[in-house]
């Protein structure tokens, strides 16, 4: 990383511990918005927060590791959530499951060579009266049909 | 989607302005009329939530916390998405009469990061409570003052659980904490903490509207009010519905017009498989008690294939902390694997429900305490079709 | 007693239970417990398994250690309480009111068997080829229950690789029952901060900052991680097969020094009570093993001392006489290799507050590879330094590139305590069987250096030395006992007044010569951070031992360790220390002699700035 890079992220991880506040209970919110802004949180973020905060660094990184919307490493820019508990698998999730892979060009755990999209499993996300149901970043996506996923992913550029 | 069938206790009109009401009485007297109704609460676990505020509010602390467990993630639970954007004041408000109640200042919202899109709405509402004089310093010219945060999990089914919710809450991995003690005495940074599910709030608005008599009528002796149920799976008409406790299992597949079922899974994957044998039993506390996921099963679906979805859903979500959790459910579900190649005994597999039984026992939390569940109900009720699937 | 620090990041369910006025009744009140049908009245907020414990009833346990803070997650010692569908652990079940408890039910015992099945299930575990064969818990524990057969399958194959990164820990991951002591330990107990839970679900393992091997991270390499692992998944890593090799070469002179803590603690590995001396009889036993020389660290404590003691006057005069604001005091002792590194990682702005005194190992190797090699006229490039240490970090420590000032590298090898157990029993020697017989000359024993090994022994020696060059007199204490200087309190504080001085250290007359004594690194941290905030200015000397209890809990010593433990094996140092008959570091000849011979220019002059004094590395914090 860059110097002018780690400069601009230690402001930036400064400004998110006046907004939430320099104490361990700030932790979670913190990460999440720097998992929002950048994709991920790096190995020098997780380090400055853990300074900022007064924490070690590898108990940031026991909790960025513990929470699956968290992630040290950087993925796709629009993550790819298709649900695979039992309501949305009965409404048939391995359809969609196949035609994303297909659409995509990838298999799930895997990201876009352009790094667009990441394909992912996650577990019941609370629409299961309208499945299969799927997130891409925050957007949730239900009733969704093998025809509709190409329509669904033409709104992400 | 708006809360099907005929609205009891959610009926429009029982929505009344309880938070003038609750301010205007005694904070103890609150926490009766919370005792008095019955009201249990309705995330799955069905604590007395009045014992719950009664316990906290005795704490000795100058320093209390409300938190409202929006962790919705028991698989085949919905409710309270319904209940969040379209009921909002009644949790909100709920809130506020809880931190009341107890003597309280400061709420959280533990909004599910799956439910983010909710967010800015949630935020807004609160703010107008705040320019309402209905959240913030000295609500409606009382001295009490209250406000709310929202903070968003991030993709952990464990965080539902109350002791790991505050683990997360103070900057922690979300895992279980011993208890005792308890969250009442002992909660978010060490303060008396009440962590009560959305639809437990909602149900206290309604409770201080129209008073504890008039709630207590509904339902059961052991199980009062109505109860938020979210059926999915093979049935015409899915959704929210408010049903009365002891409903039984027939009358509910005929509210949602489900056909040839085999089984209802009552309670999410922590919950049990009701076969057809069983249909007349009824959901209460007594019975079959659930935090509202019901889904439902026809003819045409694998047992096995139903169980192991369940199984690889909590040996993903189990925080990992304690042995027979983290390592037990794994077992069980190579169990399941195993009847898939044709290499399990059935007596392998009655060693893994007494496994099971040792988890529902001695795992330090409710995820491992109910994640053998579905395994033993299943293997229990559909030992025949399962063994017969190579 | 001891009573450990624990650190307030342990969050409050882990810790025990503060029973306050009013919430539970008076403090200190009794309440009814029924165990196994029999009552017994215990202190309100006891624990049921302190409970049991009190009362001699035997209740297994793994995650639990007295050093830690609770956790309550390998869910061993689970009991069965009246009234109640789960079963609790007992090891975290605080007794507030009449219950009843059964230790060993139908229900518990099942639930145990089937702990164990599971964990075994899932541990890498090849005994024969297992260090820890004969002191593993899980062995002892599978044992008592009579595992005979793989109920729920077993592994095979390696999982992980073996991190060997660093020069002083080694981790097995496969032999990881995720315990969570070394975590509490490095956390909460040493707040160093290395070691987490990572991951979730079946997934978890205990893992570094970004996975990264030991040696890439802020480890300091004290230990006490080793000490506490119920299991191999943490060891010290073994020099032992080179030490054979070089001992069975017929070309190289090897000499070994031993430090009072291994001899200390050496007689628990042969099976006796901790706190049973083996001093002499270790001596025979490394004769036997082929050693060539078996010498006395105290020496070169009583070295360290008197450079040390000099180093401190000189930046007294410096302050006091030259008004030198400059002069970085209080002085910090160096001879702990696992509290240099933490101060290197985590106040490397502070470096210079450090003595540049290097520690007894070290001084020892230098002097080795010259004096000894000169007077006793061996080739230095023959000569194997092995040093016989109750600690990990100075495997670290002997492997630093600055430490070759004689010309090669001073200490070859550091070898724990465990690991020289291990070459004794290879040997076919039953240590507390053995006769007794002394070190080699010329470096024999004082009873000043003999101290060191216990916290606050340094601070004792050092006042011993430097109150009598300065008065003339010996210190006010009985026997030269300095008590303050004793016991396991975290931090403690003391001053002696230096008057009637002699009149080349008249600038002293009058000080109140302060000095602090801290071990373990959290309490290090506790006076570090107090030195950044300026409140250790009126102190001029302060210890610090990387390990709870100083040097005799060492991670090199054997293992299980207890506050218990430490407190015999402390009283044993002090006990023999009383019976050596020097017990001042200037008193003992072969110092006299190194002086006159060797270091001509006395304490802190140019020779012993060269070969027993060395500077620091700036580490920080941050990792790449």
Redesign the interface.
């Known amino acids: 990383m860059l110097v002018t890079e780690k400069n601009a992220l230690t402001i930036e991880i400064e400004d998110l511990t006046k907004r939430f506040g320099n104490q361990r209970e700030s932790l979670l919110p913190i990460l999440q918005e720097v998992q929002l802004k950048h994709g991920h949180i790096s190995d020098f973020a997780q380090q400055e927060i853990a300074r900022l905060l007064d924490i070690h660094p590898v108990e940031v990184y026991g909790v960025v590791t513990f929470f699956s919307f968290l992630s040290t490493e950087p993925k796709g820019r629009f993550i790819v959530r298709l649900c695979q508990t039992i309501s949305c698998d009965l409404a048939g999730k391995e359809a969609i499951a196949h035609t994303l892979e297909k659409e995509l060009g990838i298999k799930f755990g895997e990201t876009t060579q352009d790094k667009k999209f990441t394909l992912e499993y996650c577990n019941c996300i609370g629409m299961c009266d309208q499945g299969p149901a799927l997130l891409i970043n925050e957007q949730v996506f239900t009733k969704v049909t093998p025809s509709k996923v190409i329509d669904i992913l033409k709104k992400f550029n | 989607m708006p809360i099907l069938n005929k609205l009891v206790i959610f009926d429009e009109q029982n929505i009344n302005d309880s938070l003038k009401k609750a301010l205007s009485i005694e904070p103890k007297d609150v926490v009766m009329e919370v005792r008095e109704s019955g009201l249990k609460g309705r995330g799955g676990a069905g604590f007395p939530t009045g014992t719950k505020w009664m316990l906290a509010s005795s704490a000795n602390s100058k320093q209390k916390y409300v938190v409202c467990n929006a962790d919705e993630g028991e698989p085949g639970t919905f409710k309270d998405r319904v209940l969040l954007d379209e009921y909002t004041k009644l949790v909100f408000e709920g809130m506020v009469i809880g931190g009341y109640a107890i003597g309280a200042n400061k709420g959280f919202l533990y909004l599910r990061g799956e439910y983010r899109y909710l967010l800015d709405k949630l935020n807004s509402y609160l703010e107008q409570m705040r320019k309402e004089n209905r959240l913030g310093n000295n609500i409606l010219g009382t001295n009490f003052s209250f406000d709310i945060e929202i903070r968003l999990g991030s993709g952990a089914y464990v965080c539902g659980e109350e002791s790991a919710l505050i683990e997360s809450l103070e900057g922690h991995r979300g895992e279980a904490r011993n208890r005792p003690p308890f969250p009442v005495n002992t909660g978010y940074l060490g303060s008396p903490t009440i962590v009560n599910n959305v639809e437990t709030f909602a149900s206290v608005h309604i409770i201080i509207a129209k008073g504890a008599e008039w709630y207590s009528k509904h339902g059961t002796s052991k199980s009062t009010g109505t109860k938020l149920l979210s059926i999915s799976g093979d049935c015409k008409k899915p959704g929210v519905y408010e049903v009365p406790f002891g409903i039984t299992i027939n009358e509910i597949l005929k509210l949602v017009e489900a056909e040839n079922t085999k089984a209802v899974q009552v309670g999410g994957a922590s919950g049990t498989c009701i076969p057809k044998a069983e249909f007349e039993r009824s959901i209460s506390f007594e019975d079959i008690s659930t935090g509202g996921s019901v889904i439902i099963f026809n003819e045409t679906r694998s047992m096995l294939h139903i169980l192991e979805n369940f199984m690889e859903f909590f040996v993903e979500e189990s925080c990992g902390q304690c042995t027979p959790c983290r390592i037990g459910n794994v077992k069980l579900l190579d169990g399941l694997k195993k009847i898939r190649k044709g290499e399990c005994s059935l007596s392998y597999i009655h060693e893994l429900i007494e496994l099971g039984k040792s988890m529902q026992i001695a795992s330090k939390c409710g995820l491992g305490q109910s994640s053998p569940n579905p395994f033993i109900s299943i293997m229990t009720h559909f030992e025949n079709e399962i063994f017969s699937q190579r | 007693m001891e009573k450990t620090q624990q650190s307030n990041?342990a969050?409050?369910?882990?810790q025990p239970?503060k029973v306050e006025k009013?919430?539970l009744g008076e403090i200190g009140s009794l309440v009814e417990v029924e165990i196994n049908g029999i009552p017994y009245k215990v202190p309100i907020g006891t624990t049921i398994l302190e409970a049991c414990r009190m009362h001699n009833i035997h209740i297994p346990t793994l995650c639990y250690h007295e050093d830690l803070c609770?956790a309550?997650?390998?869910?061993?010692c689970?009991v069965e309480v009246d009234g109640m569908?789960?079963?609790p652990?007992s090891c975290?079940?605080?007794i507030?009111n009449r219950i009843k408890v059964k230790t060993s039910s139908e229900?518990v015992r099942?639930?145990r068997r089937?702990?164990l099945?599971?964990?075994l299930?899932?541990h890498y575990g090849e005994c024969y080829s297992c260090h820890r064969n004969g002191n593993c818990e899980l062995q002892r524990l599978a044992k008592e229950y009579g595992v005979d057969s793989y109920?729920?399958?077993h592994v095979t194959e390696r999982k992980h690789s073996i991190d060997k990164s660093s020069y002083s820990v080694i981790r097995d991951m496969d032999k990881c029952?995720?315990c969570?002591r070394c975590v509490r330990t490095c956390?909460d107990l040493q707040e160093v901060?290395?070691?987490?839970?990572?991951?979730?679900?079946?997934?978890?393992t205990i893992?570094?900052?970004?996975d990264k091997p030991l040696a890439d991270?802020i480890c300091i390499n004290c230990g006490q991680c080793i000490n506490r692992c119920p299991t191999a998944a943490l060891k010290a890593n073994d020099p032992s097969d080179d030490i054979w090799a070089a001992i069975d070469d017929p070309d190289k002179h090897v000499v070994i020094q031993t430090a009072p803590s291994p001899r200390a603690g050496i007689g628990e590995e042969f099976g006796c009570e901790p706190g049973t001396s083996m001093t002499y009889k270790l001596n025979t036993a490394l004769r036997m093993i082929g050693f060539d020389g078996i010498f006395d660290t105290n020496f070169t404590a009583d070295l360290t001392i008197m450079e040390e003691g000099t180093e401190l006057l000189l930046r007294l005069k410096k302050k006091l006489v030259d008004g030198d604001d400059s002069v970085k005091l209080p002085q910090f002792t160096s001879c702990s290799p696992g509290w240099i590194k933490f101060i290197e990682h985590f106040y490397p702005e502070h470096l210079d507050y450090l003595s540049s005194c290097k520690s007894p190992q070290q001084m020892f190797g230098s002097v080795i590879k010259t004096f000894y090699a000169q007077e006793k006229n061996i080739d230095p490039s023959k000569i194997v330094t092995v040093a016989l240490m109750p600690c990990s970090a100075k495997k670290f420590e002997c492997n630093r590139p600055e430490m070759t000032d004689s010309g090669f590298k001073d200490v070859d090898y550091g070898l724990t305590t465990r690991e020289m157990a291990q070459m004794i029993r290879e040997a076919g020697l039953n240590l507390p069987e053995l006769q007794n017989s002394g070190f080699d000359e010329p470096f024999g024993d004082t009873g000043s250096g003999l101290i060191f090994g216990a916290t606050g022994g340094v601070m004792e020696s050092a006042l011993r030395t430097a109150y009598e060059l300065v008065t003339g007199r010996p210190v006010p204490f009985d026997n030269l006992q300095i008590i303050p200087c004793r016991g396991f309190e975290g931090v403690k504080e003391a001053s002696v007044l230096l008057e009637n001085v002699k009149p080349e250290w008249s600038f002293l007359e009058g000080v109140n010569l302060k000095f602090m004594i801290a071990h373990g690194t959290a309490n290090a941290k506790k006076v570090m951070d107090a030195l950044v905030r300026g409140e250790l200015n009126d102190v001029h000397f302060v210890e610090i031992m990387a390990c709870p209890g100083g040097c005799i809990g060492g991670g090199g010593q054997p293992i299980p360790t207890s506050p218990e433990i430490r407190q015999k094996r402390a009283e044993l140092i002090y006990k023999e220390a009383e019976d050596l008959e020097i017990n001042k570091s200037f008193e003992n000849p072969t110092i006299k002699y190194i002086y006159e011979k060797f270091l001509t220019d006395g304490p802190c002059g140019h020779k012993s700035h060269e070969l027993l004094h060395t500077h620091y590395v700036k580490r920080g914090?941050?990792?790449?």
């Open positions: 990041r969050p409050v369910s882990h239970l009013g919430n609770l309550g997650v390998c869910r061993v689970v569908r789960v079963l652990t975290t079940f605080p507030t229900k099942k639930a089937h702990i099945d599971l964990l299930s899932e109920k729920f399958g029952i995720l969570k956390i901060g290395v070691l987490e839970a990572t991951q979730r679900g079946d997934k978890t893992s570094t900052f970004l991270v914090k941050y990792i790449d």
